[in-house]
């Protein structure tokens, strides 16, 4: 991977992220030549996915996320279903949030 050198003035930012960039180059798991085949592929097919996870990491990052997301959207169904019309009445917030727990203005 080629990086080019960056001024002084970015190198707290932007250099440092170039240092871990060099460091792994190479060692990551994923292989950009097969990604890339498979990219090709799938861009000739008549119903490409709308959504690609190439790669075990990306697919064990987004599974982690979707978990994480169907997890606080099941917290605060209740929540949730309370803005509707005819909702009864706002239930307390979940235990687990970030403020004390109890109504919403």
Do not use: C, K
Not at 3 to 14: A, F, Q
Not at 44 to 66: C, K, M, N, Q, T
Not at 69 to 90: I, K, L, Y
């Amino acid at each position: 991977m080629r990086i080019l050198p960056v001024s002084g003035d970015y190198e707290p930012t932007v250099g440092q992220m170039n240092h871990y960039r060099r460091a792994v180059d190479g060692q990551q798991p994923g292989d950009p030549a097969r990604a890339a085949r498979i990219i090709t592929e799938i861009a000739r097919l008549d119903e490409p996915p709308l959504r690609l996870l190439l790669g075990s990491d990306a697919l064990r990052i987004a599974g982690e996320s979707a978990q994480a997301r169907t997890a606080e959207a099941a917290e605060w169904a209740a929540v949730s279903r309370s803005a509707d019309f005819g909702a009864e009445r706002q239930p307390p917030l979940p235990a687990t949030s970030a403020g004390p727990a109890g109504q919403l203005p």
